[in-house]
């Protein structure tokens, strides 16, 4: 990897620098821990801004636990006007959640890629080295 060609793009977020940063197992399974944390708590928010004033709605959702908790302004409930938005803000919802499904699947399969490597690691002598 001297030549550049195989480099990996620079990371974007601290948590994207402390994996790449991260020189021993245990580092590399901290930051996977982290990760899985911030992104186990999905949140969407659609606020309406201009002519009226300030109404929103908010999904919360832990996709660890399966909780889902909303709020939805009474703006949204009343005015005929921003029943478009109560399905645009449902169709964010779904767009999100799938979003985070796939990371979540890519978490998996890293960490799981990550615990194969570690094991062989060990065995051949290389752990903790």
Sequence with gaps: MTNGENRLPEPKGPLQKELREAATPEKVWEAIKKAVEAISCLEITTEVTGVTEGGKLYTKIDLLQSD?????????????????????????????????????????????????????????GEGGK
């Design 68 to 124: 889902r908790s909303n709020q939805i302004d009474i703006k949204f409930l009343k005015d005929p006007d921003l029943t478009e938005l109560r399905g645009f803000h449902a169709e964010q919802v779904k767009l999100a959640e799938q979003d985070i499904q796939k990371k979540l699947e890519f978490l998996k399969d890293l960490a799981t890629a990550l615990t194969d490597i570690i094991k062989k690691a060990k065995l051949t």
